[in-house]
């Protein structure tokens, strides 16, 4: 149905910038809340960022002054602008999007790889 096409993740230093993009693709008749859920190594998976289909946003408060989560309903794609990237960030980081009719079902991306070294 639904596939999540994430892109963006890399290797920055410590104070480093990156913009991650996610798109939702497939048979997408109604897209509701995405967001950017991070999870590290022997960590659970945390959110960080979410944004509903009328641009409603909660952040993470370690997040918040840092990241900018946007949309683009027309395109049905999420981004997250990351900047002040410190080793704390380092994660896998997933897009998520619910289905708009349906919210209780839940579309996961594969996940792409940030890495902030000190």
């Known amino acids: 149905q639904v596939q999540l096409v994430e892109s963006g993740g890399g290797l920055v230093q410590t104070g480093g910038s990156l913009r991650l993009s996610c798109r939702a693709s497939?048979?997408?008749?109604?897209?509701?809340?995405m967001g950017w859920y991070r999870q590290a190594p022997g960590n659970q998976r945390e959110l960080v960022a979410r944004?509903?289909?009328?641009?409603?946003?909660n952040y993470a408060d370690s997040v918040k002054g840092r990241f900018t989560i946007s949309r683009d309903n027309a395109k049905n794609t999420v981004y997250l602008q990351m900047n002040s990237l410190k080793p704390e960030d380092t994660a896998v980081y997933y897009c998520?999007?619910?289905?708009?009719?349906?919210?209780?079902?839940?579309?996961w991306g594969q996940g792409t790889q940030v890495t902030v070294s000190s």
């Open positions: 497939g048979r997408v008749f109604s897209v509701g809340a």
């Open positions: 944004i509903s289909s009328g641009g409603i946003i």
């Open positions: 998520n999007a619910k289905d708009g009719l349906a919210p209780q079902i839940d579309f």
